[in-house]
């Protein structure tokens, strides 16, 4: 799924065939990374915490997939 962050950034990762797991990232706004202030309020508001929690677990998902992949691959 296609996520896009607080912090100006469309991201998705896709686990391929072989077992890699991919990053795509895409810059879709520029944040002034330099004023706290807006950056205080980008980062709580209820959608920027949904995002972050979406990707840490699919995140989580990913590696557990992953992990099984090479364990099934390489335990023959």
Known sequence: MITTLWFGEKVCRILDPFGNLW????????????????????????????????????LYEALLTQKAFFRDKYSR
């Open 23 to 58: 990053w795509i990232n895409e810059r879709v706004e520029e944040v002034d990374f330099t004023n706290p202030e807006e950056l205080g309020r980008r980062a709580t508001t209820p959608d920027a915490t949904k995002g972050i929690a979406y990707m840490q677990q699919s």
